[in-house]
């Protein structure tokens, strides 16, 4: 099999507005396997009922994710693109793997560990506020990647474990029952540190220092604009390498511009102001004709709706095969 060949899944949460930081950590990477690969992408809404208990809000947040893929350029014809609660093998395949998982696997999961330390930290009870869709979050996202025969799942460094865990359960579960599901590979996407938000720190609604992806230009702007910085003036030289407004723009820049970029911030002469601006053009003008289409999409939430529906459909088959096979090995 070639790489062309192997089979690539990503999904993504629908659990708020995206922002810059979701498009370079985890869109770009969907789009660009997308042009050479056949591509499997969820709108993962069952993951974000441990956030969410609104169902308006789940199917605005779904709308939203899939008009920002399409926009941006996935690739309709190598993509599935569909809600990953239309498929409602997902459920059942999820409830058999429960009975091969260990119960120890499930207490590694970092985001069960992170939500003990939390409440720990809060001398609370310890499991206050976690249910068992928190939990046992790990088993349906190793369902999610196995129903479909995946090869490659893009993830970042901090998003591994859940490969790792649908590796290992697919090998618990080959093991009891016989050669079964494949054993997807977790594929580290290029090293994007730490997209930094306006104040600094890494760029997240629970910090409120998001830029929206596709906020109308006025506010993407404006939001640019409130970058902080350091109180150099615009005659000092500036390291780049420290600077908010550098890092946003390489992830939108070619390499002459972002040679160039550095170059006019070493060398001094041009004021933070300036360099704001020279950011906002950059990303305004890669995210213009997207923001167009999103919007037009956005408008028009019947044509969405046909596109999951579609998506569905065409990921259905490939569902109820490999469930069928988990059924043939489990009770004959």
Same mark, same amino acid.
């Given at each position: 099999?070639?790489?062309?060949?192997?089979?690539?899944?990503?999904?993504?949460?629908?659990?708020?507005?995206?922002?810059?930081?979701?498009?370079?950590?985890?869109?770009?990477?969907?789009?660009?396997?997308?042009?050479?690969?056949?591509?499997?992408?969820?709108?993962?809404? +069952?993951?974000?009922? #441990?956030? =969410?208990?609104?169902?308006?809000?789940?199917?605005?947040?779904? $709308? !939203?994710?899939?008009? @920002? /893929?399409?926009?941006?350029? +996935?690739?309709?014809? #190598?993509? =599935?693109?569909?809600?990953?609660?239309?498929?409602?093998?997902? $459920? !059942?395949?999820?409830? @058999? /793997?429960?009975?091969?998982?260990?119960?120890?696997?499930?207490?590694?999961?970092?985001?069960?560990?992170?939500?003990?330390?939390?409440?720990?930290?809060?001398?609370?009870?310890?499991?206050?506020?976690?249910?068992?869709?928190?939990?046992?979050?790990?088993?349906?996202?190793?369902?999610?990647?196995?129903?479909?025969?995946?090869?490659?799942?893009?993830?970042?460094?901090?998003?591994?474990?859940?490969?790792?865990?649908?590796?290992?359960?697919?090998?618990?579960?080959?093991?009891?029952?016989?050669?079964?599901?494949?054993?997807?590979?977790?594929?580290?996407?290029?090293?994007?540190?730490?997209?930094?938000?306006?104040?600094?720190?890494?760029?997240?609604?629970?910090?409120?220092?998001?830029?929206?992806?596709?906020?109308?230009?006025?506010?993407?702007?404006?939001?640019?604009?409130?970058?902080?910085?350091?109180?150099?003036?615009?005659?000092?030289?500036?390291?780049?390498?420290?600077?908010?407004?550098?890092?946003?723009?390489?992830?939108?820049?070619?390499?002459?511009?972002?040679?160039?970029?550095?170059?006019?911030?070493?060398?001094?002469?041009?004021?933070?102001?300036?360099?704001?601006?020279?950011?906002?053009?950059?990303?305004?003008?890669?995210?213009?004709?997207?923001?167009?289409?999103?919007?037009?999409?956005?408008?028009?939430?019947?044509?969405?709706?046909?596109?999951?529906?579609?998506?569905?459909?065409?990921?259905?088959?490939?569902?109820?095969?490999?469930?069928?096979?988990?059924?043939?090995?489990?009770?004959?």
């Amino acid at each position: 099999m070639s790489n062309t060949d192997k089979i690539v899944l990503t999904g993504i949460k629908p659990t708020g507005t995206p922002h810059i930081g979701n498009y370079i950590a985890a869109l770009e990477p969907a789009i660009e396997y997308s042009k050479t690969h056949k591509t499997f992408v969820f709108i993962a809404d +069952l993951h974000a009922l #441990n956030l =969410i208990h609104d169902a308006k809000t789940i199917r605005e947040h779904t $709308y !939203q994710a899939a008009a @920002l /893929l399409i926009s941006l350029g +996935l690739n309709m014809d #190598n993509a =599935i693109l569909f809600r990953q609660s239309d498929i409602d093998e997902i $459920y !059942q395949l999820n409830t @058999l /793997l429960m009975n091969v998982t260990p119960k120890g696997l499930m207490n590694r999961a970092h985001s069960y560990k992170a939500a003990m330390d939390k409440n720990i930290a809060n001398n609370d009870d310890v499991d206050a506020g976690i249910n068992m869709g928190l939990y046992t979050y790990p088993i349906l996202m190793s369902a999610d990647i196995l129903l479909y025969n995946s090869d490659i799942v893009p993830v970042g460094a901090d998003q591994k474990q859940h490969v790792e865990f649908a590796r290992d359960i697919a090998g618990y579960f080959n093991k009891t029952y016989g050669e079964t599901f494949k054993l997807p590979t977790p594929v580290i996407g290029r090293d994007t540190g730490i997209i930094p938000g306006l104040d600094g720190r890494k760029m997240s609604k629970s910090y409120d220092n998001t830029i929206p992806l596709m906020a109308p230009e006025k506010e993407l702007k404006k939001k640019i604009m409130r970058i902080i910085t350091d109180s150099k003036t615009p005659e000092e030289s500036k390291n780049p390498d420290e600077s908010t407004i550098f890092h946003l723009y390489k992830h939108f820049a070619t390499e002459s511009e972002i040679a160039e970029f550095a170059e006019m911030f070493r060398r001094g002469g041009m004021g933070y102001g300036t360099a704001k601006t020279i950011l906002f053009e950059r990303v305004n003008s890669v995210l213009s004709e997207p923001r167009t289409e999103y919007e037009r999409l956005m408008a028009n939430p019947n044509e969405i709706e046909r596109i999951l529906d579609t998506g569905a459909k065409h990921a259905r088959p490939v569902a109820i095969e490999t469930l069928a096979r988990v059924k043939k090995a489990m009770l004959g």
